[in-house]
């Protein structure tokens, strides 16, 4: 409604426009800006709209949306909020805040179980580019959100166990380590618009499902290194079972007590060897054996018999699988005497 002296960056939130762009310095130079305009100089509204050149003679306008500067504001506080509502991930070092024009991509891009994308020359677009900047105004329904985590669930599922089971076993590809953490960031973006804080769902069922079947990829994984000679199966045991998880968590636990009891047993009887070649250290047989009961503890005051997740508790899944271990717990070489069961 009124055009201040000083530019500010209205349009940048949406998308970047230049290469080297990042969300956080462009929402912080439009925070900064905006704060500092007098009274006075300050518009009373804005007008949001898309444009979609049809020809080379039309331009249709394809949304728009009214509001004011400070819930401009707000709202770009809350996205990079939202897109921080995950768990650590220490593999994707360099995870940044996607552009709201940037989701669309994250959330059409289809994956194979081989870690590539599965698309034609033409993609589905599920999202179109324009709903990316109605996701950052919140103009979304409940059941729109919902809507899109399926979708981005049902895209991402074979990436997600790809890196999961290649993360597991040491060998990923650095390639598709950006890609898996932009659909991290994502998925942790939608359960925020959604109302599931990672406080709470860190300690839900599903969440805490996926840590086991992550300690159980890493556990199987430390047995090829010792037993097999680095000699690494085509999936480990918790990726192999992700799928199942998704569908009967019930059906997946009672399966994984079945396929991981020769790695358990084996694990309780090395931890005492007191070896510390490197890849081959007892005491990290120890460290997953803790593991597993500090994630079991967690689970069986919230444990039910469902018989299918909910989307959001696949997400949730889906971040429970892909999630750190607690970095002060990962860095403990236990104690492995006879007389010290740790």
Request: aromatic residues 12%; glycine residues 6%.
């Amino acid at each position: 409604s009124k055009i201040p002296k000083v530019p500010v960056a209205f349009a940048k939130l949406a998308a970047p426009t230049e290469k080297e762009d990042r969300f956080t310095a462009i929402a912080k130079e439009f925070s900064k800006t905006m704060r500092g305009i007098p009274s006075a100089e300050k518009p009373e509204s804005v007008r949001i709209f898309v444009l979609r050149k049809m020809d080379k003679a039309r331009t249709k306008v394809i949304y728009q949306y009214y509001t004011n500067p400070d819930y401009l504001l707000s709202s770009a506080e809350k996205w990079e909020v939202g897109c921080s509502n995950v768990p650590e991930l220490r593999w994707a070092r360099n995870r940044c805040t996607p552009f709201p024009a940037k989701v669309p991509d994250i959330l059409n891009n289809v994956w194979k179980q081989d870690g590539t994308l599965a698309q034609g020359k033409r993609k589905i677009e599920r999202m179109k580019y324009y709903q990316g900047i109605e996701l950052l105004l919140d103009s979304f329904p409940y059941n729109a959100l919902q809507n899109y985590q399926r979708t981005l669930l049902a895209n991402a599922s074979g990436l997600i166990t790809y890196i999961g089971n290649t993360l597991h076993g040491g060998g990923y590809d650095q390639t598709k380590i950006p890609y898996c953490a932009d659909i991290c960031t994502v998925l942790g973006l939608l359960l925020y618009k959604c109302g599931e804080y990672k406080e709470t769902y860190m300690n839900n069922q599903a969440y805490l499902i996926g840590q086991l079947l992550h300690i159980s990829d890493e556990l199987h994984a430390h047995y090829c290194r010792v037993v097999r000679d680095g000699g690494m199966p085509a999936q480990f045991v918790g990726s192999a079972l992700l799928v199942t998880a998704q569908e009967t968590p019930v059906q997946a636990l009672s399966l994984l007590s079945t396929r991981m009891t020769p790695y358990i047993a084996w694990a309780k009887q090395y931890r005492f060897k007191n070896i510390s070649e490197n890849g081959k250290e007892s005491w990290k047989a120890g460290w997953y054996l803790r593991l597993y009961q500090e994630t079991a503890d967690k689970l069986v005051p919230v444990f039910a018999e469902k018989t299918r997740l909910t989307d959001m508790e696949r997400a949730q899944l889906f971040l429970g699988y892909l999630a750190s271990f607690p970095k002060k717990e990962e860095t403990t070489e236990y104690n492995t005497g006879e007389n010290n069961d740790n």
